[in-house]
């Protein structure tokens, strides 16, 4: 069965940084929304970065842009996200995501997505 499988959270100082990885097994990019989504207790978990049409087309929440960069390799169907200039604020679980129909829109804003188990990812002052 299909499978999103994250890697590379953990600690780092505030100014830092972090690259995480999501493998998905079972599943193909072509007319799906890949990205990632946070989640902090007591808040509903928030997109983050999307990659989409195609991987053409790429978005950002706006607390991320100009420090987050997604990407993806097909060749190896992982997305990444490299998270530069950390901030405590960007401390919460980190999930990757896939949309369940296929499309060419953007997810970022969707919660009904296929899902990782989740990489935690903490920044301190």
């Known amino acids: 069965q299909g499978q999103l499988v994250e890697s590379g959270g953990g600690s780092v100082q505030a100014g830092g940084s972090l690259r995480l990885s999501c493998v998905a097994f079972?599943?193909?990019?072509?007319?799906?929304?890949m990205g990632w989504f946070r989640q902090t207790p007591g808040k509903q978990r928030e997109g983050v970065a999307t990659?989409?049409?195609?991987?053409?087309?790429?978005n950002y929440a706006d607390s991320v842009k100009g420090r987050f960069t997604i990407s993806q390799d097909n060749a190896t169907n992982t997305v990444y996200l490299q998270m530069s200039s950390l901030k405590p604020e960007d401390t919460a679980m980190y999930y990757c995501?896939?949309?369940?129909?296929?499309?060419?829109?953007?997810?970022?804003?969707?919660?009904?997505?296929?899902w990782g188990q989740g990489t935690q990812v903490t920044v301190s002052s």
């Open positions: 990659i989409y049409n195609g991987g053409i087309n790429t």
């Open positions: 995501a896939a949309s369940i129909r296929y499309t060419y829109g953007d997810c970022l804003s969707r919660t009904d997505n296929y």
């Open positions: 079972g599943y193909t990019y072509r007319n799906r929304c």
